[in-house]
């Protein structure tokens, strides 16, 4: 997988409003920056991690999502839980047809975290990270982050695998943090 293909193609699920990413950049797992690290680079949920680390739940809400038989794409910020405080931005296309139905109707439904969902499921997972990115976030999403235009973040691309089944495609991109 190239990254920046991978980012790109995520990216066009969701074409309408203004470019998401000024600029990306693959960079090597070891030089990706604390506490970017912690929170990027392992083999995790996203939800957890976030939870951990701002020390509260966070809720999903969903901003776009398209639903084409069993592929479902879905554009997603993760705020602390009861705030409007972003914490992260993603993108999620799902192979619904590697979930249960319980699974799906959870899902689709879209009332709580994907990760959540995977864990209160029990659905049998690994999460395959593909790559980090150092990210200049675009118009879209300095507006979801409300941060400077230049300002810089990170982000992964990952897949979850359901079952031993490339379910999942994800980007997940965190707000700005202090380095």
Same mark, same amino acid.
Request: glycine share 4%; with cysteine.
């Given at each position: 997988m190239n990254p920046l293909v991978e980012l790109d193609?995520?990216?066009r699920l969701f074409p309408d409003g203004p470019p998401l990413v000024a600029h990306a950049e693959h960079i090597p797992s070891?030089?990706?920056?604390? %506490?970017? @690290?912690?929170?990027?680079v392992h083999e995790l949920h996203m939800t957890v991690t976030m939870e951990s680390y701002h !020390?509260?739940?966070? /809720? #999903? $809400?969903?901003?776009?999502r398209r639903l084409d038989g069993d592929d479902y794409c879905r554009k997603i910020l993760l705020l602390k839980s009861g705030t409007e405080k972003v914490v992260q931005f993603g993108i999620v296309r799902l192979h619904l047809q590697f979930v249960s139905p319980a699974v799906? /109707?959870?899902?689709?439904? !879209?009332?709580?975290?994907?990760g959540? #969902?995977?864990? @209160?499921?029990?659905?049998? $997972?690994q999460i395959d990270l593909g790559a980090i990115l150092k990210i200049t976030p675009g118009p879209q999403m300095r507006e979801y982050?409300?941060?400077? %235009? !230049?300002?810089?973040?990170y982000g992964r691309l990952a897949t979850i695998f359901c079952d031993q @089944? %490339?379910?999942? /495609?994800?980007?997940?991109?965190s707000a700005p943090l202090p380095v």
């Open positions: 193609s995520l990216s070891a030089l990706t920056p604390e %506490p970017y @690290k912690s929170l990027l !020390g509260c739940s966070v /809720d #999903v $809400r969903i901003l776009d799906r /109707d959870e899902i689709l439904a !879209g009332n709580i975290p994907l959540r #969902v995977l864990i @209160k499921h029990d659905v049998l $997972r982050f409300q941060c400077q %235009p !230049g300002e810089i973040t @089944k %490339p379910a999942i /495609d994800l980007l997940e991109v």
